[in-house]
């Protein structure tokens, strides 16, 4: 079983920064892609940004070049430093990681932009 805890969310303004991380731990053998995903209010759980064992990394044109995720194997954490950001990316920010073909998530980190 793996368990799944995110940090560094909060309110920020316009334009500012955050970074977003994720600790797994618990009985993990092997970590293959981790994974952003976020769920704005009354929307559906779209994916942020994935990354692979490789450190292969994807991106989504709404954040692409503003976003950035990384990864620390030892340490089995993976990151996301969001920059320029703005008010549509208000939403609970959820880390992903997929493990000997299966899913885990975090519980979610609430991340809000406003002035």
């Known amino acids: 079983q793996v368990q799944l805890v995110e940090s560094g969310g909060g309110l920020v303004q316009p334009g500012g920064s955050l970074r977003l991380s994720c600790a797994a731990s618990?009985?993990?053998?092997?970590?293959?892609?981790m994974g952003w995903y976020r769920q704005p209010p009354g929307k559906q759980r779209e994916l942020v940004a994935i990354?692979?064992?490789?450190?292969?990394?994807n991106y989504p044109d709404s954040v692409k070049g503003r976003f950035t995720i990384s990864r620390d194997n030892a340490k089995n954490t993976v990151y996301l430093q969001m920059n320029s950001l703005k008010p549509e990316d208000t939403a609970v920010y959820y880390c992903n990681v997929g493990s000997l073909g299966k899913s885990y998530w975090g519980q979610g980190t609430q991340v809000t932009v406003s002035s």
């Open positions: 990354i692979t064992s490789g450190a292969s990394t």
């Open positions: 618990g009985t993990i053998f092997s970590i293959d892609t």
